[in-house]
């Protein structure tokens, strides 16, 4: 805040004279700014983030601004109790005669319209000017007083409503969610998720810090969690900054799905170890009899690869009684994961069982496919009454000894059916045409 000159109307009114008209619309002004503004310094002195500032232990920007707005407010009430001092004298000489003379206008137009008002200078012994000593006074026009109380108004009622902004906002906020925290926490211990045992636990500790520390530094320092609004110029224009309070939150949030997912565990655990049960012993049966087929195969069919058999899932079982052993002792945050691995590994095994038995059944499914093949033409050339014929019941028999024989050889035996199909194939050929058409002449009337 600079320091006025003299005043360039020393000896003189400032500019004409006022007429009496002229003086009485300015009292009437000033005396409408004066009411304005001990109003507004009023609702100040009563404002609830003041009292806050004032009882509150500050530190940061907060307090460096607090201790300014606060020398500020008391320059504020200086300058209006000499603004009100200037106005009521005004009015006092004007209220002396009905009819001014042009001596009481002089008097009139330099008291409100020249740097009449001399203020003392409450920072003088504080903040001296760089240009030299500060002065002990400072000399204002009314209007000039009046812009600099809106200028010192305006400043501090920003640090006020920005500060109780602040307040009003988060530490409400930050309460709220150290409540959920302390629930969730609770929640988690019942589960067994706890701070150097499971890593959700650990973050809960971490959030609990966190927001232990953003609340103590809110409360001490709010202008440092105040986010201005671009190019707005209005007190307490912006809003608070809650980008830590937002991070907890949301950190918070994370880790209560990941509780609610441990107590489902805990609930419907007995169930989802049953079914692992089942699908294990499901898999290991099916590799029982893909062993057993195994041996059927090796033993009755000849001159195939036939794929070895792994063991039971050993591994899994033994995870699976660990799971169990989690079940027993409560520890739902290790049985959570297990359980879901083993899931997805259990119905892998059974599949793979299940390929397993399939590959190695193969050569019993092809023997099965020809001897179906050899029995359908055979009665495909009984029903043409050509059953009897040597060549055909010569390589029937040929065929049917090899399939029907142990060790089976199937690329052998798959020879003997074609032949057998093809001589059959030959033989019904001149029948199915015959003079009119298919199947002997069926056509005919």
Known sequence: MGVAGPSPFAGGPPGPVMDRDEVDRALARLGAEHEAIETSLLALQDHAGRRLLEGAELSGVTKDRWASAEQAITLLWGYFDAYAGALHDAQELRARRRWASREDLVELTERLRGRSVTVANSSAHSAPSIAGPAR??????????????NELYASSLDMVVTADAVWSALPARIDLLSAELQRTRSLAHSVGVRPGEHPAGDELESITHELATLRVQVISDPLAFWRPAPGSSAPGGGRPDTDRYDRAARALEDIRREIEAVLRVRQDSEERLMRLRDVLSR???????ARSARGEVLAKIAASEVPAVSGP???????????????????????????????????????????????????????????????????????????????????????????????????????????????AAELLVPRQAGPYGPDEGGGRP
Request: charged share 35%; hydrophobic share 40%; glycine share 2%.
């Open 136 to 149: 002990l006074s400072e000399r204002f026009s009314l209007e000039e007083l009046v812009a600099r109380m």
């Open 313 to 423: 899932p050993t591994v899994l079982q033994e995870r699976l009684a660990t799971a169990a052993e989690y079940r027993r002792h409560s520890q739902w945050h290790r049985l959570s994961p297990l359980l879901e691995s083993l899931e997805r590994e259990a119905e892998d095994e059974l599949l793979r069982a299940r390929e397993s038995l399939t590959a190695v059944t193969a050569p019993l499914a092809v023997r099965a496919e020809l001897r179906g093949r050899l029995d359908a033409y055979k009665a495909k050339v009984a029903r043409h009454g050509m059953a009897e014929d040597p060549m055909l019941m010569e390589r029937y028999d040929a065929a049917r000894r090899m399939l029907w024989s142990a060790p089976c050889d199937l690329r052998v035996a798959e020879q003997a059916v074609l032949r057998y199909q093809h001589a």
């Open 283 to 289: 898999a290991d049966r099916t590799l029982t009899e």
